[in-house]
């Protein structure tokens, strides 16, 4: 899909057009997107809530602002957020009085997402016609607008939000490097290019594209490319030092979880057609793309323009391919959202002529069917889930199990109460204990060999929220527990928790006493806490282990910086029944 920059008669498509603004059109072109951004907005706050993910950043917020760093536990370095820009903007913003962090990152997220879509609506005016006497449309907006998942996430306490703006930033710089109309330096463009990876790692995919478009646009010679390179890549590989050295990985902790390395491009081409289905997303796409060759039928097209077009374009496609090769996610939608909205920039906004004016009012149609009517088939089920591909629409869910219409506080959620409160009561003092939940809902408790207490959640975010910061809140997926992450995965579990270290791993690692001692309460055998120690004492896993866990020395940073590559490889098996031969 593209679209075309026409230019006011006699100008050039590289320069401003030297004729006057028609303050009509300037006048319409910004309240249709106010319009827009406000209906967005509307519709956002209507479906306003927190996820579980969401939680987990806002815990390592928690601790950054205690004195304890980026961790989720405190003694344990372990990376359990992917988005390191969004961690720190939470922080940097937590100094708001009265303001729960919950509220602070649903409403940042809007905020960022708003942000995102009124740069992404601009950006495409500006290539739309040189000067502002030109009459533009919303087009794309309105299909991301539309989608239910693109409203959800805008909110979530989950790092999408950012994600738009940082798309919606980057174009909104390259187009004006296009057009020639950008008064800040190359450089500064190159530094917002060079956050995409500390949005989200695969977002570099897109910095590449976008970065190599930057220097076509703005080439001086090798020695200014080398200097905006270098500017791009500061900030990316000072934190990559960090993350080697102080995490002791190559990657955030997520990407171990999820083993972002395998290809499932059966899962993810499920996962596609999970999110184009629903929305019968063929339909605002073939739309979009009939008004690009509206605009570009005999029209000749700016080499710049090209460039400038190409560049969310082949992003778009490199982001969608990533995913689905990865096999997709749990949550409908979610990971495809960058995607779609990098795909539909050139056409977030289009020029309102005679060819363009029926493909538009059929898109605006489509967009209204699909905001009022068009859900997937789960979405209204008890249990809105996909069971067939593990697939779910999250914030339905997340209502229909804490009884909230808009869950947001971390106390809003039944399930994440029930759980923290009787555990408050429980933990011992002077002493640790690792808290096993038995079948019958009684919980069990097994001194801890670290002196400190530590109980393992399927859900970690709330659970992480309402206890204390000195606790220890693992997971059997890996998300805040190394010892379940370096696990081989599980061929045939929900993408995203295909790994799975139960309590008796826990136990076996952390839990003081003989392996006949710990089994006598029958909640675990002998034979599987041997299995796991023996797994545990191997050099490889020792050496893992002192990297989150030994004090944070020079030596212990320089040592998880060499050695991360191969730590990151780490991998045994998750049944304590298969035999483990230490490497």
């Known amino acids: 899909m593209t679209t075309v920059l026409t230019t006011e008669p006699g100008a050039s498509a590289a320069e401003p057009a030297s004729v006057s603004p028609r303050p009509r059109a300037r006048v ?24 579980d993910d969401g939680l987990i950043v806002l815990r390592t917020v928690r601790q950054i602002l205690a004195g304890n760093g980026p961790v989720f536990n405190l003694g344990e370095r372990v990376e359990s957020n992917t988005s390191t820009l969004w961690t720190f903007l939470l922080t940097s913003l937590a100094w708001i009085p009265g303001l729960r962090l919950e509220w602070l990152a649903v409403l940042t997220g809007l905020i960022c997402a708003t942000g995102g879509l009124l740069l992404a609506l601009d950006g495409a005016r500006r290539l739309a016609g040189s000067g502002r006497s030109v009459f533009v449309v919303p087009a794309g907006a309105l299909v991301m607008i539309a989608l239910p998942p693109f409203r959800d996430f805008a909110t979530s306490g989950l790092e999408t939000g950012l994600i738009t703006l940082w798309l919606g930033a980057t174009w909104w710089l390259l187009v004006r490097h296009a057009r020639r109309q950008a008064n800040e330096p190359v450089v500064l463009t190159a530094l917002v290019i060079g956050l995409g990876v500390l949005v989200r790692p695969d977002l570099g995919l897109f910095s590449a594209f976008a970065g190599a478009g930057l220097l076509v646009l703005t080439w001086r010679g090798w020695r200014a490319a080398l200097m905006w390179i270098a500017a791009a890549a500061a900030l990316p590989v000072a934190y990559q030092i960090f993350r080697m050295g102080y995490y002791g990985l190559l990657t955030p902790n997520t990407a171990l979880v999820k083993e972002a390395s395998n290809a499932l491009w059966h899962r993810g081409l499920i996962y596609l057609a999970d999110f184009a289905g629903p929305y019968y997303l063929w339909i605002p796409l073939g739309l979009c793309a009939l008004v690009s060759v509206f605009l570009l039928w005999r029209k000749p097209v700016d080499k710049r323009v090209a460039v400038v077009v190409a560049v969310p374009l082949l992003g778009a496609l490199a982001l969608a391919l990533y995913v689905i090769r990865v096999g997709g996610d749990f949550m409908h939608g979610r990971m495809l959202l960058p995607a779609l909205f990098s795909l539909l920039l050139p056409v977030m906004a289009i020029r309102l002529t005679r060819a363009t004016v029926v493909p538009t009012v059929a898109l605006a149609a489509w967009a209204l069917v699909a905001t009022g009517w068009l859900r997937t088939e789960y979405t209204n089920l008890s249990r809105p889930m996909n069971e067939a591909t593990g697939i779910a629409d999250e914030r339905a869910a997340y209502v229909t199990e804490s009884h909230h219409t808009h869950p947001i506080l ?3 959620f039944d399930q994440f109460t029930a759980i923290a409160e009787p555990i408050r009561a429980l933990l011992p003092s002077g002493h640790g204990a690792v808290l096993v ?3 019958q809902g009684d919980w069990h408790l097994y001194p801890a060999g670290t002196g400190r207490s530590v109980a393992t959640f399927f859900n970690i975010g709330g659970p992480g929220m309402l206890l204390p910061l000195d606790m220890w809140v693992h997971d059997p ?3 805040s527990n190394p010892v379940a992450a370096h696990t081989t995965p ?12 139960g309590i008796d791993w826990e136990v076996g690692d952390l839990a003081e006493g003989t392996t006949a001692q710990l089994a006598e309460r029958g909640d675990f055998t002998a034979a599987d806490l041997d299995a796991i120690r023996h797994t545990l004492a191997c050099p490889g896993t ?11 020395t020079f030596d212990r940073f320089r040592d998880n910086f060499v050695h991360a590559i191969e730590r990151s490889g780490l991998r045994y098996d998750h049944s304590p029944s298969t035999t483990q031969t230490c490497s």
């Open 28 to 51: 319409w072109n910004w309240f249709a997107f106010g319009l827009t951004t406000a209906v967005f907005v509307v519709l956002a706050w209507n479906r306003r809530w927190m996820s």
């Open 437 to 439: 939940r038995t079948e």
């Open 477 to 479: 997926i890996g998300l």
């Open 410 to 412: 971390a106390e809003d």
């Open 542 to 552: 020792q050496e893992m282990l002192a990297s989150v866990r030994a004090p944070l």
């Open 490 to 501: 599980y061929p045939d579990r929900r993408v995203g928790h295909n790994k799975y270290a």
